[in-house]
Each structure stands twice: as structure tokens, then as C-alpha cells.
């Protein structure tokens, strides 16, 4: 029973706000959307820069398509770029909604620890999870005698996602100006050798605390995301990779997240990155799980017994 943006919501079963891009929802939105609706929710796909806080309604909060009332719940397919204001109030819409009693998936706790990269990796280590040996800190010259003591590294945006941005740093390579990263310096060690010609990560899909479904990306450059050109190929987690994939996405307290494990050059296996935003579409690719699907119905279970947390 869709209904949008500007018209009314027929009664019926929860009604959901589902936060896209502000030009559209995207394929995971659209899949999201029919799986919701099969299972008698009434979605409202709108964008978290067209909310507002507002006095003069009861709840505070103005969401298009709910007449000054509230979602029982509210996924999160996309917060958006946008200036640190506007990243700030759409994060404090997330956290309005989730006090007022919305179930919010992810919510803003969960996305603002995944989202900068060190914050995951600190809970990471705090869980007792292996991770790579990472530093990040603010100015150019700290990082550059970082670099100089630690040989071969990978530099991220703090803010990275798909790969973009994620450069390695040999011997002789500049360090990229302070305004290119935010004055931030997320630096690690790299995982390769230097003779490496197979690249693979995993890529592990959490769902309330079970797995859902996991590929392995095998690369033709050492940047193995799917968006890079890598390949997904079906894959099996064994128990350890399950365990660090459950942790992890503990550790950030997500809801759900796609987590990419990778091996060490001595075979150990490391925990990498955490999304809270994961696209599914590469491991939907080799999956045999619906999973806008089986993301819906966790969803809905906890939108229908949310309890206040
Ligand atoms: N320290 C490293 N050593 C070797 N390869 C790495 C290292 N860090 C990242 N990579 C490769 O680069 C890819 C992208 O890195 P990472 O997952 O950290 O960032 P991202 O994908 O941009 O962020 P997100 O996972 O949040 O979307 C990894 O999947 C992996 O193949
Ligand atoms: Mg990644």
C-alpha cells in the first residue's frame, strides 16, 4: 500500500520512513521498498534534508508525509552529503526520533561511529577485536614522521566509503596536503606484500545479530570493493569469520551492517571497516537470500516490538 511523500497515509500496518537521497532512492531503496510493502508496511520514501524541527507541532519533529506526526519506524538508506550543519541537524533528527520512541535503523549512535573510520576502529579494539595497526591524528607533519618511521601505509578518508579516496603510501609518495583530508590522518599499515598478485576481502552482511549472507571480493587491483570493479564470489564464512563479523557489528551497537574482514600477509585474519549503510547489490549478485527481504522482516519484527532502548 504505498503512499507518498505529500499524500495522505491510509490506516493500515507501520508506517515507515525511509530515508534516501535526496534525488531519489536508489536500487537497495527500491528492493527495500517492495519488501516493506509485501509485508503490509506503508512507506513514505523521503529525505532527511526535508525534515525539520518545529515548535509548533506536538512531536517536535516535522518528517514530509506524516502531518506533524511520527513514523513507528525509519530506515536509513541514506543521510546524505552535506555541510557539517546540515550532517549535524539530519543526525539530530536520528536521535529525536529514536528518544520519541521510533524504531531507527541504523540509528544516529550506530552511523556516527561507523562513519568515522576511527571511532570503528577504537570499538574494535576495545571488543578485543584483531584489527590493522592504525593511527589517526590531526596535521600534516605528525603524520608525515608517522610515515617515515612506519614504511608502506594506506591512507582513508575519515569518511570514506566504496573505496574512494583510499590511497597507499610507498616510499617516495607525497602525503597528500592537509585540505585534501580534512586536516585528519587515518593512516594504516598495508596487508600486502609487496610481490602480491591476488587481492580478496570479505565482505560479511549482519542482520539482529546473525549473518545473512557473505561474499568474497577478488580484485585486480589491491582495492577490492565491488564499486572498484572487484568480483564477488559466493562464500561461506567459517566460524571465526562469523564470530568477528557478529562482534563487530556489536561493537558499534549497528542493528545491521556489512562488515569487510581481510588476512594479514601471515594468514591472520583482521577486521577491517564497518558499514552502516552497506549496498548489497555485488552480494545480492551471488546470494540466494532475498535480502531486502530478510532486512525487512528483522526490521519489522523490531519495529513491532520496539521497546525503548
Ligand atoms: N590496510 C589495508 N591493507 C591492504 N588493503 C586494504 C587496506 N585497507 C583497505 N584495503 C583495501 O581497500 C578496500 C577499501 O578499504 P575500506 O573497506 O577500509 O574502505 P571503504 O570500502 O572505502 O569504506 P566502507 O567499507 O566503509 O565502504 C578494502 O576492501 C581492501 O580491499
Ligand atoms: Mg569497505
Request: net charge neutral.
Amino acid at each position: 500500500m504505498p503512499a507518498s511523500a505529500d499524500g495522505s497515509i491510509p490506516r493500515g500496518g507501520p508506517r515507515i520512513a525511509l530515508f534516501v537521497e535526496d534525488d531519489g532512492g536508489d536500487w537497495h531503496a527500491r528492493r527495500l521498498t517492495r519488501a516493506l510493502e509485501a509485508r503490509g508496511a506503508i512507506v513514505v520514501t523521503t529525505s532527511l534534508n526535508r525534515c525539520a524541527f518545529d515548535t509548533r507541532l506536538t512531536s517536535g519533529l516535522d518528517i514530509p508525509g506524516f502531518q506533524g506526526g511520527l513514523p513507528e519506524g525509519a530506515f536509513v538508506r541514506s543521510v546524505s552529503a552535506g555541510s557539517l550543519e546540515q550532517i549535524t541537524m539530519r543526525l539530530g533528527i536520528l536521535h529525536a526520533l529514536e528518544a520519541a520512541g521510533v524504531r531507527v535503523w541504523n540509528n544516529a549512535r550506530a552511523i556516527e561511529r561507523c562513519v568515522d573510520k576511527s571511532t570503528a576502529t577504537w570499538r574494535f579494539q576495545r571488543a578485543g577485536l584483531p584489527t590493522p595497526v592504525t593511527r589517526t591524528a590531526e596535521g600534516h607533519d605528525a603524520a608525515a614522521a608517522y610515515r617515515k618511521e612506519r614504511g608502506t601505509l594506506v591512507l582513508k578518508p575519515l569518511f570514506g566509503s566504496q573505496g574512494n579516496g583510499v590511497k597507499r603510501l610507498s616510499d617516495g609518495d607525497e602525503l597528500p596536503p592537509s585540505e585534501e583530508v580534512g586536516d585528519v590522518y587515518y593512516l594504516q599499515e598495508y596487508l600486502r606484500g609487496p610481490d602480491a598478485a591476488t587481492f580478496e576481502d570479505w565482505r560479511v552482511l549482519v542482520s539482529c545479530g546473525r549473518i545473512l549472507s557473505a561474499m568474497k571480493r577478488r580484485g585486480r587491483t589491491w582495492i577490492t570493493n565491488v564499486h572498484q570493479g572487484a568480483e564477488p564470489v559466493v562464500h561461506e564464512p567459517d566460524d571465526e569469520m562469523r564470530d568477528y563479523a557478529l562482534r563487530a557489528a556489536l561493537a558499534v551497537g549497528a542493528d545491521y551492517a556489512g562488515v569487510d574482514l581481510i588476512r594479514a600477509i601471515d594468514g591472520r585474519l583482521l577486521v577491517l571497516e564497518i558499514n552502516s549503510n552497506p549496498a548489497w547489490k555485488g552480494l545480492q549478485s551471488v546470494s540466494g537470500l532475498d535480502i531486502a527481504d530478510a532486512l525487512a522482516a528483522d526490521f519489522l519484527v523490531d519495529v513491532a516490538n520496539r521497546v525503548p532502548r
